[in-house]
């Protein structure tokens, strides 16, 4: 059986999103984008001033929250303070005059699903941040929603647990083949776990694209400076950019430029290079197995790269 | 190691806080204390030292009858101020905390302003305004000026409680399929009550101590307590004067008592 699933949504500022069915999508940009405002209009705590917002062919925008059908996870996760657990996930179902069996059932299902079995009659200000979290998973989830929306769900977790939830929720999200749109600041995340990404700046989109193409093909000068580190270029009056790795660090004699290092950042699988070249800086990064290279501020240096490398932005 | 060397160096600041908190609780204490040694003193005259102990005036209020349909007064008075301020000033906060009204800071001074009034001058001008209106003294009357001392009180706690509320908690209950009313009845309701039983709390014993508004607004034979604890005392001031104040401050004890049994207000102590 095939569903298609078509989620569109025109902001003020002209947002225009199509969302596929089962798919991991994120909206990636600094605060202030229009990120949050164009997640909360999906899911109706907002109202457009102009356009549409469709879920499946249908026109949702007149639909109030409580029947949207979507689920919700926020950074503050807005679980029930004075519900246990159990009470938090059951809610949805409730509300939905779901039998009082198949509610017990689902619940266990789904506090088994994100491991927090053993823990029903605790109360949120009992648990630890990423158990929080988890019951706000379990939470959205249960009511087995058209769409799950995040908005930072992850952004008050430290960064080790950060990581473990991503893992745990891009697992998650595979397994129920649930639509989730993720709100993000944190490009590492977005680049993680998306099936594709739209980068936002100042209320517009400036690139949809799966993580590798907006990594590897940005298209504009905010997105390849927004993700990851990039040198910026300016060739024939077109604004070029060109990613650190591309950078090979040879002996001045091989090198298309010649330089000095100006500092080495050690980052454990790899070192990132700031080079005196050319009356400018380059970033150029250079992995190596775990021992620290050589070269030192104050060193002589090559730059290398292939023109293939260098993406032409739009101006 | 000898216990001398433990022993801490005498700190100054610390007995002068310990100092002052002493003297603050005693003047605090004080009256009551008195009120106590007053009320069991078995001598005809308010005096001092005390020559004895014996329950004759606590006896004495009890076997009146004007006391007695006085403290009744004041309880059912009380307890009608307590549901309308509670109902009454949870609405004003939650209009005032989330209706986006224009003017909100005004009418927020504007509910709060009885507060700033001397309740001699309001009991007054109620008492012109039901003369003028042609209602005269009836008992909801009085009620009703009780209840508009008492709201800002719990306008107040509420408030405050509604100032701390993550508004993406009902948010989350209405993504979860919950309408509005049920988002109020499941979590903003629950939330928020704490604060507005101990603005109620505040509201019963406002109304149950009340004696300048009331001084205006009852009619002979219906009086409050306090009134008629005034009149007394304009003839006799003996020992059941202090007596029926003790049963007072018993009577609001355990009102606050009740209530924090009830649902907990520890947990708006903070407050």
């Not at chain 1, 390849?224 to 300016?234: R, S, W, Y």
Request: aromatic share 8%; hydrophobic share 50%.
């Amino acid at each position: 059986m095939s569903k298609t699933f078509d989620g569109k949504v025109v902001a003020v500022d002209g947002v225009t999103l199509d969302i596929a069915a089962g798919e991991f999508f994120s909206l990636l940009g600094p605060s202030g984008c229009g990120k949050t405002t164009s997640l909360r209009m999906i899911a109706g705590f907002e109202m457009p001033d102009a356009g549409r917002v469709h879920v499946g062919g249908q026109d949702i925008t007149d639909v109030p929250v409580h029947r949207r059908d979507m689920g919700m996870v926020f950074q503050s996760y807005a679980l029930f303070p004075h519900r246990t657990v159990v009470q938090n996930v059951a809610f949805g179902l409730r509300m939905r005059d779901v039998p009082r069996a198949d509610i017990d059932r689902r619940v266990a299902a789904a506090l088994a699903q994100v491991a927090l079995t053993g823990m029903e009659d605790r109360r949120p200000s009992q648990l630890s941040g990423g158990q929080q979290q988890r019951v706000a998973l379990a939470r959205a989830l249960v009511i087995e929603p058209r769409v799950l929306l995040c908005d930072e769900p992850l952004g008050a977790l430290d960064r080790k647990l950060r990581q473990q939830m991503q893992f745990e929720l891009k697992e998650l999200q595979r397994r129920l083949g649930v639509t989730l749109v993720f709100v993000t600041h944190d490009q590492e995340e977005a680049l993680a776990m998306s099936d594709r990404i739209a980068v936002m700046n100042r209320g517009r989109v400036e690139q949809v694209g799966a993580p590798t193409e907006i990594y590897g093909r940005p298209r504009t000068r905010f997105v390849a400076d927004f993700i990851g580190e990039i040198n910026l270029l300016e060739e024939a009056g077109k604004p070029r950019a060109l990613r650190p790795e591309k950078i090979q660090l040879v002996p001045p004699a091989q090198a298309r430029l010649s330089g000095t290092v100006e500092t080495a950042n050690f980052l454990g699988g790899a070192t990132l290079y700031r080079v005196q070249a050319g009356g400018r800086i380059w970033l150029a990064r250079e992995t190596h197995a775990g021992e620290r290279s050589p070269r030192s501020p104050g060193d002589p240096v090559g730059l290398a790269w292939n023109d293939a490398d260098i993406v032409t932005l739009e101006s | 190691m000898s216990a001398a060397a433990n022993r801490k160096p005498f700190d100054a600041g610390r007995a002068a806080y310990l100092a002052l908190n002493i003297v603050l609780l005693a003047f605090l204490l004080a009256p009551i204390a008195i009120v106590i040694v007053f009320a069991l003193n078995p001598t005809p005259f308010i005096s001092f030292p005390p020559v004895g102990v014996s329950l004759r005036w606590f006896e004495k209020f009890f076997a009146s009858s004007d006391f007695m349909n006085a403290l009744w007064l004041s309880l059912w008075v009380a307890a009608c101020v307590l549901v309308l301020s509670v109902v009454i000033g949870g609405a004003c906060a939650l209009a005032l905390a989330r209706g986006n009204l224009p003017g909100r800071t005004f009418l927020t001074a504007f509910f709060m302003s009885p507060l700033m009034l001397p309740a001699i001058l309001t009991g007054l001008a109620l008492f012109q305004s039901y003369l003028l209106a042609g209602i005269g003294r009836p008992i909801w009357g009085l009620i009703m000026a009780h209840t508009l001392i008492a709201v800002p009180y719990v306008l107040r706690t509420t408030l405050a409680v509604l100032h701390n509320f993550d508004h993406r908690i009902e948010e989350a209950a209405a993504a979860l399929g919950a309408s509005p009313a049920r988002v109020f009845f499941e979590v903003t309701l629950p939330l928020i009550q704490p604060g507005v039983f101990a603005g109620g709390v505040f509201a019963f014993i406002v109304s149950f101590d009340q004696f300048p508004v009331s001084l205006f607004l009852v009619v002979p034979k219906s009086e409050t307590l306090p009134v008629v604890l005034y009149n007394y005392m304009k003839f006799d001031l003996d020992g059941a004067i202090a007596a029926a104040s003790m049963v007072s401050i018993l009577l609001a004890l355990s009102v606050v008592l009740a209530m924090e049994r009830l649902i907990g207000l520890k947990a708006y102590v903070k407050l």
